[in-house]
């Protein structure tokens, strides 16, 4: 098993940066593909961004790419998402989560999720 347990979040102005970290216990993070998704109120859970078990294969959600970057340090247990041109419509809470099954877009393959940072984005 695998906990997590994310950080980074505040609040920054629009065309501002974040950078989120989730950091994982347990001595097989290396053994999972790690993924960002977030929830804003009122709306489901979505996928932003995913990251192979090495870290060598990435993938986003259009409405992120080129402004949001995932990157791991297997030797820290640690997942980044670095944002950069937040937008109002990026605030959300911030989930990162551990899949067993690869790198995916799907929620229902991660078993594991932190426990969420908030992000707002003011206009």
């Known amino acids: 098993q695998v906990q997590l347990v994310e950080s980074g979040g505040g609040l920054v102005q629009a065309g501002g940066s974040l950078r989120l970290s989730c950091a994982a216990s347990?001595?097989?993070?290396?053994?999972?593909?790690m993924g960002w998704f977030r929830q804003a109120p009122g709306m489901e859970r979505e996928f932003v961004a995913t990251?192979?078990?090495?870290?060598?294969?990435?993938y986003y959600a259009d409405f992120v790419k080129g402004r949001f970057t995932i990157s791991r340090e297997n030797a820290k247990n640690t997942v980044y998402l670095e944002m950069n041109n937040l937008k109002p419509e990026d605030t959300a809470v911030y989930y990162c989560?551990?899949?067993?099954?690869?790198?995916?877009?799907?929620?229902?393959?991660?078993?594991?999720w932190g426990q969420g940072t908030q992000v707002t984005v003011s206009s």
């Open positions: 989560a551990a899949s067993e099954y690869g790198s995916n877009l799907a929620r229902s393959q991660y078993g594991y």
């Open positions: 347990g001595r097989t993070f290396s053994t999972y593909a």
């Open positions: 990251i192979s078990r090495g870290g060598l294969n990435t």
